[in-house]
């Protein structure tokens, strides 16, 4: 059971715009910042949104994030094929005193 | 450019101690910017922090799991390690090693992780 929610599965064709959701609590998301790591199997996680909306040297202006209370979210614009991998939202949890995660979710591109 | 590489068994057996390496190039493990963690996931499942060092030697361990693992740094070999002791079938994962800048609460660069199966 992941501390963070997120919706086990989001598709889209591409070009078309998708978002995604994670949901926390006022120990995480509600006071810290959040960002979402692509994970594709075999390769390294990548962060593609640090701190809530800011997007990494060479992550594309596709990716943008979002926050509001203890709920964040992930928008992926123009849609392509490689963008096709697991998506995970992280924040810090003060009740733990490290990172929290979400359980995921599957991006498939029709 | 920093790259960080898991390495260790990837078969332990059920009560036996897990142990990984992560090796690191393009930074330096004592570099004061720097944490160096662990993060894990089981097969089907979420991302889990284990745990979290400075090169100092402070140590930072999911309360979960605090009680059988132990994280040290080798600053000679630019590598830290993860000890996880007394598995079970449900330490079987993908382990993965990270680097959080001191700055910010996130791991902005991982390995590509070493998959570790626990069976006898």
């Known amino acids: 059971q992941s501390v963070l929610t997120q919706s086990p599965s989001a598709s889209g064709t591409p070009g078309q715009r998708i978002t995604m959701s994670c949901s926390g609590s006022s120990s995480n998301i509600g006071t810290k910042a959040v960002h979402w790591y692509q994970l594709v199997s075999g390769t390294a996680p990548n962060l593609v949104i640090y701190n809530n909306d800011r997007r990494p040297s060479g992550v594309p202006d596709r990716f943008s994030g979002s926050k509001s209370g203890t709920s964040a979210s992930l928008a992926i614009s123009g849609l392509q094929s490689e963008d096709e991998a697991d998506y995970y939202c992280a924040s810090w949890d003060d009740s733990l005193n490290g990172p929290v995660f979400g359980g995921g979710t599957k991006l498939t591109v029709l | 450019q920093l790259q960080l590489q898991e390495s260790g068994p990837g078969l332990v057996k059920p009560s036996e101690t897990l142990s990984l390496t992560c090796t690191v190039s393009?930074?330096?493990?004592?570099?004061?910017?720097?944490?160096w963690g662990w993060i894990r996931q089981p097969p089907g499942k979420g991302l889990e922090w284990i745990g979290t060092?400075?090169?100092?030697?402070?140590?930072y361990y999911n309360p979960s799991l605090q009680s059988r693992v132990t994280m040290s740094v080798d600053m000679s070999k630019n590598q830290f390690s993860l000890k996880l002791s007394a598995v079970t079938a449900a330490d079987a994962a993908v382990y993965y090693c990270?680097?959080?800048?001191?700055?910010?609460?996130?791991?902005?660069?991982w390995g590509q992780g070493t998959q570790v199966s626990v069976s006898s």
């Open positions: 990270g680097r959080r800048p001191n700055w910010n609460y996130v791991f902005d660069n």
């Open positions: 060092i400075y090169y100092k030697g402070s140590t």
């Open positions: 393009g930074n330096s493990v004592s570099d004061y910017s720097y944490y």
